[in-house]
């Protein structure tokens, strides 16, 4: 149809649409109209539709029904959320979109061209902008359409939004008549969510949702009285207060502060107990890690790891997957956790795993964190290892990125060093907020030859060290040193408490017997301590004898 010949003068453009917009999608005059190409996904021409003067349509007979874009497609096309491929019903919608410099793909109908677009959107991030065709409240047949082609390419696409024209204006086109322009478009894109696949055996067929592959019931909920619900029980913590079978747990603290440090000695007392776990578990454990796996075969030898009970994920690429990689990727976990019996999976970091690329999109966010809640339903914990932001953050607002990821997790669990400024600090301080009352809301963990050790809040903490200070102020002779003696003596290298906390440290000392007490405490009968030694039992205050009771420890 190429050779037909020229004629003088040029059809008569739809309404919005410039000639050079109209060209570029390849469509040439026929008569007092025009011929458009739709195409394959390979940019092939595989029809041709009539657009006549009167306004009216067709479609040359002999050919196929495909997709109308300005060819060849762009490799870079939609490789951001913020400048995403548009997809609209019709040529003339399409060929307006381009004009006001949008990368826009038109289909042919309501809800065809699924195969193409699917095919030529792949790994993209896409907006569909959807004909205001609502009549009596109810969806028309394009709003159903968008929805249904979106809810398929949110499948395979990096991510997928729905908008809809200005109220009172049908589409796009008219949207651009009526004065609106690219920036318009991209902002009201920036609002709205991201598109989740609905569940399997949900599809639309010109507009209709099909059951096939639903309960009998129809239903994909049931109703229960408060009163059915299983008693309320302790959750079956992996790492107590912090990582529980059937939670998502999101761990977050600055680079190279230790984060995974951590979490290899908290793995291995999981499998042996003591340290940071109280009971050992058996149930594998699934990585999903950034490092190579190398730097885990070396934490596997020294710290004597099970290697039979960790489980190491390994990925065709360190590149981000798309939306439907990450649907695979999750998948195939959750059938990994129901076929191993895995009790936790780790992902270190988030990142670098999932698909989001705009970190503070809450909607795009969400859509990749709610299939996490397949794993945590199949019975295993999940462990969300990321980074904070640049300015860091306090009361569980540290993660970088959209609040919608400590929002969706059951516990937020902040590392941050207890001394920030000293590179060789061996203590961390661990920040807990949750759904559990049994999530501790702040500890201190000590890294030692052994792995970490538990010391107990800040404040329990800054007592120990005030203990330890002042073990080696005390003597054994003399008649002692009262706490405002104790304080002058205080070195300059240690932190020196208030005398009220000092007093606290004192007292308790020596109810644990580390060392004495003698005195009234009154005015003129200050309390005095020392060192242990034999003094006489009567120079000490009635039941606080000279020596560490059995069974405290000596701390």
């Given at each position: 149809m190429a050779d037909r010949d020229p004629i003088e003068s040029t059809p008569t453009l739809p309404a919005g649409v410039t000639l050079a917009a109209w060209q570029a999608i390849g469509a040439v005059p026929d008569g007092d109209g025009w011929r458009i190409p739709e195409r394959s996904a390979d940019g092939e021409v595989v029809g041709w539709s009539r657009r006549f003067a009167n306004g009216g349509k067709g479609f040359v007979a002999g050919g196929h029904r495909g997709l109308t874009y300005a060819a060849p497609f762009p490799s870079y096309a939609g490789s951001s959320a913020s400048d995403p491929v548009v997809v609209v019903e019709g040529q003339s919608d399409m060929a307006a979109g381009y004009g006001a410099g949008l990368c826009v793909v038109g289909r042919p109908s309501a809800t065809g061209g699924g195969d193409a677009l699917e095919a030529l959107l792949k790994g993209r991030h896409v907006l569909f902008v959807a004909e205001n065709d609502q009549k009596d409240g109810k969806p028309g047949p394009g709003t159903i359409g968008a929805e249904g082609l979106a809810d398929r390419l949110a499948r395979v696409c990096a991510s997928v939004r729905i908008i809809h024209p200005p109220a009172g204006v049908k589409d796009l086109r008219a949207w651009i008549i009526n004065g609106g322009n690219r920036d318009d478009v991209l902002a009201e894109a920036g609002e709205a969510p991201c598109v989740v696949p609905k569940p399997d055996g949900i599809r639309f067929d010109s507009g209709q949702p099909s059951r096939k592959g639903l309960p009998e019931s129809n239903s994909l909920i049931s109703i229960v009285p408060l009163a059915d619900l299983a008693p309320a029980t302790e959750p079956d913590w992996v790492w107590p207060g912090y990582v529980a079978r059937g939670a998502v747990t999101l761990f977050t603290s600055l680079w190279k502060a230790g984060k995974t440090t951590?979490?290899?000695?908290?793995?291995?007392?999981?499998?042996?107990?003591?340290?940071?776990?109280?009971?050992?578990?058996?149930?594998?454990?699934?990585?999903?890690?950034?490092?190579?796996?190398?730097?885990?075969?070396?934490?596997?030898?020294?710290?004597?790891?099970?290697?039979?009970?960790?489980?190491?994920?390994?990925?065709?690429?360190f590149a981000k997957p798309n939306a439907a990689e990450w649907l695979h990727m999750i998948d195939q976990t959750r059938q990994v956790i129901e076929d191993r019996g895995i009790g936790l999976v780790v992902f270190d970091t988030l990142p670098s795993l999932w698909p989001v690329v705009d970190e503070n999109d809450a909607g795009e966010s969400l859509a990749a964190l709610a299939p996490l809640r397949d794993l945590t339903n199949a019975g295993a914990a999940v462990l969300l290892v990321c980074h904070p932001k640049k300015g860091d953050g306090s009361q569980g607002t540290a993660t970088r990125g959209s609040g919608a990821l400590p929002g969706f997790v059951d516990v937020i669990l902040e590392m941050r060093r207890d001394a920030p400024d000293d590179a060789n600090d061996r203590r961390r301080v661990l920040r807990a907020y949750g759904r559990y009352e049994s999530t501790p809301a702040e500890q201190v963990i000590e890294l030692g030859a052994d792995g970490y050790a538990i010391i107990g809040d800040r404040r329990e903490a800054r007592a120990r060290d005030a203990a330890e200070v002042v073990a080696g102020i005390l003597t054994d002779s003399g008649e002692g040193a009262t706490v405002e003696e104790i304080h002058e003596q205080w070195p300059g290298g240690a932190e020196r408490p208030g005398i009220r906390t000092l007093r606290g440290v004192l007292n308790r000392g020596a109810t644990d017997g580390r060392w004495t007490r003698s005195g009234t405490g009154n005015r003129n009968d200050a309390h005095r301590y020392r060192a242990l030694d034999s003094i006489p039992a009567n120079q000490c205050l009635g039941a606080e004898v000279n020596r560490i009771p059995e069974g405290v420890p000596n701390w």
């Amino acid at each position: 149809m190429a050779d037909r010949d020229p004629i003088e003068s040029t059809p008569t453009l739809p309404a919005g649409v410039t000639l050079a917009a109209w060209q570029a999608i390849g469509a040439v005059p026929d008569g007092d109209g025009w011929r458009i190409p739709e195409r394959s996904a390979d940019g092939e021409v595989v029809g041709w539709s009539r657009r006549f003067a009167n306004g009216g349509k067709g479609f040359v007979a002999g050919g196929h029904r495909g997709l109308t874009y300005a060819a060849p497609f762009p490799s870079y096309a939609g490789s951001s959320a913020s400048d995403p491929v548009v997809v609209v019903e019709g040529q003339s919608d399409m060929a307006a979109g381009y004009g006001a410099g949008l990368c826009v793909v038109g289909r042919p109908s309501a809800t065809g061209g699924g195969d193409a677009l699917e095919a030529l959107l792949k790994g993209r991030h896409v907006l569909f902008v959807a004909e205001n065709d609502q009549k009596d409240g109810k969806p028309g047949p394009g709003t159903i359409g968008a929805e249904g082609l979106a809810d398929r390419l949110a499948r395979v696409c990096a991510s997928v939004r729905i908008i809809h024209p200005p109220a009172g204006v049908k589409d796009l086109r008219a949207w651009i008549i009526n004065g609106g322009n690219r920036d318009d478009v991209l902002a009201e894109a920036g609002e709205a969510p991201c598109v989740v696949p609905k569940p399997d055996g949900i599809r639309f067929d010109s507009g209709q949702p099909s059951r096939k592959g639903l309960p009998e019931s129809n239903s994909l909920i049931s109703i229960v009285p408060l009163a059915d619900l299983a008693p309320a029980t302790e959750p079956d913590w992996v790492w107590p207060g912090y990582v529980a079978r059937g939670a998502v747990t999101l761990f977050t603290s600055l680079w190279k502060a230790g984060k995974t440090t951590l979490l290899s000695y908290m793995l291995r007392d999981a499998y042996r107990g003591g340290g940071l776990v109280n009971k050992p578990t058996t149930a594998p454990t699934l990585i999903y890690s950034e490092e190579p796996e190398g730097i885990w075969s070396q934490r596997r030898d020294d710290l004597a790891l099970p290697g039979e009970s960790i489980l190491f994920a390994r990925r065709p690429t360190f590149a981000k997957p798309n939306a439907a990689e990450w649907l695979h990727m999750i998948d195939q976990t959750r059938q990994v956790i129901e076929d191993r019996g895995i009790g936790l999976v780790v992902f270190d970091t988030l990142p670098s795993l999932w698909p989001v690329v705009d970190e503070n999109d809450a909607g795009e966010s969400l859509a990749a964190l709610a299939p996490l809640r397949d794993l945590t339903n199949a019975g295993a914990a999940v462990l969300l290892v990321c980074h904070p932001k640049k300015g860091d953050g306090s009361q569980g607002t540290a993660t970088r990125g959209s609040g919608a990821l400590p929002g969706f997790v059951d516990v937020i669990l902040e590392m941050r060093r207890d001394a920030p400024d000293d590179a060789n600090d061996r203590r961390r301080v661990l920040r807990a907020y949750g759904r559990y009352e049994s999530t501790p809301a702040e500890q201190v963990i000590e890294l030692g030859a052994d792995g970490y050790a538990i010391i107990g809040d800040r404040r329990e903490a800054r007592a120990r060290d005030a203990a330890e200070v002042v073990a080696g102020i005390l003597t054994d002779s003399g008649e002692g040193a009262t706490v405002e003696e104790i304080h002058e003596q205080w070195p300059g290298g240690a932190e020196r408490p208030g005398i009220r906390t000092l007093r606290g440290v004192l007292n308790r000392g020596a109810t644990d017997g580390r060392w004495t007490r003698s005195g009234t405490g009154n005015r003129n009968d200050a309390h005095r301590y020392r060192a242990l030694d034999s003094i006489p039992a009567n120079q000490c205050l009635g039941a606080e004898v000279n020596r560490i009771p059995e069974g405290v420890p000596n701390w």
